[in-house]
């Protein structure tokens, strides 16, 4: 039997949001779509979805950055998959990202960030039982 994944994507661009949601889904992925970091680390703390893994903007308007969700993430779920997006941060993924994540620049096609967020997926060890 084959389990959903949810991915937590975080994007405060409605547009880009939106057609990252869509292709996201199409790709299989069900979504729980969030424009602010501060809702991004509710969701992740409050443990009432289990989150597969996390594709975050870094710049989030005001609040917690991209930067602040994933080391959130990290500390709930050290293998939780992060994927960052952005346009202007890529140059800090280095020293401001968590360890084994991905940064696609803006702009992108939807596809790299299917192909990221995958393959981190598949990198992650099986759940004990």
Same mark, same amino acid.
């Given at each position: 039997?084959?389990?959903?994944?949810?991915?937590?994507?975080?994007?405060?661009?409605?547009?880009?949001?939106?057609?990252?949601?869509?292709?996201?889904?199409?790709?299989?992925? &069900?979504? $729980?779509? @969030?424009?602010?970091?501060?809702?991004?680390?509710?969701?992740?703390?409050?443990?009432?979805?289990?989150?597969?893994?996390?594709?975050?903007?870094?710049?989030?308007?005001?609040?917690?950055?991209?930067?602040? @969700?994933?080391? &959130?993430?990290?500390?709930?779920? +050290?293998?939780? +998959?992060?994927? $960052?997006?952005?346009?202007?941060?890529?140059?800090?993924? &280095?020293?401001?990202?968590?360890?084994?994540?991905?940064?696609?620049?803006?702009?992108?096609?939807?596809?790299?960030?299917?192909?990221?967020?995958?393959?981190?997926?598949?990198?992650? +060890? +099986?759940?004990?039982?």
């Amino acid at each position: 039997m084959e389990t959903e994944v949810l991915l937590l994507l975080a994007e405060d661009e409605p547009l880009i949001g939106i057609t990252l949601r869509e292709d996201l889904e199409e790709a299989g992925y &069900r979504i $729980y779509h @969030v424009s602010t970091g501060g809702e991004a680390i509710a969701v992740l703390e409050s443990g009432d979805v289990k989150i597969s893994g996390v594709i975050t903007d870094i710049r989030l308007g005001s609040g917690p950055d991209g930067w602040s @969700v994933a080391r &959130r993430a990290r500390e709930i779920d +050290p293998a939780i +998959p992060i994927v $960052y997006i952005s346009g202007d941060s890529a140059h800090e993924h &280095r020293a401001c990202g968590v360890p084994d994540s991905a940064m696609v620049q803006k702009p992108f096609a939807p596809v790299q960030i299917i192909s990221a967020i995958s393959t981190l997926l598949n990198a992650v +060890p +099986p759940a004990q039982g």
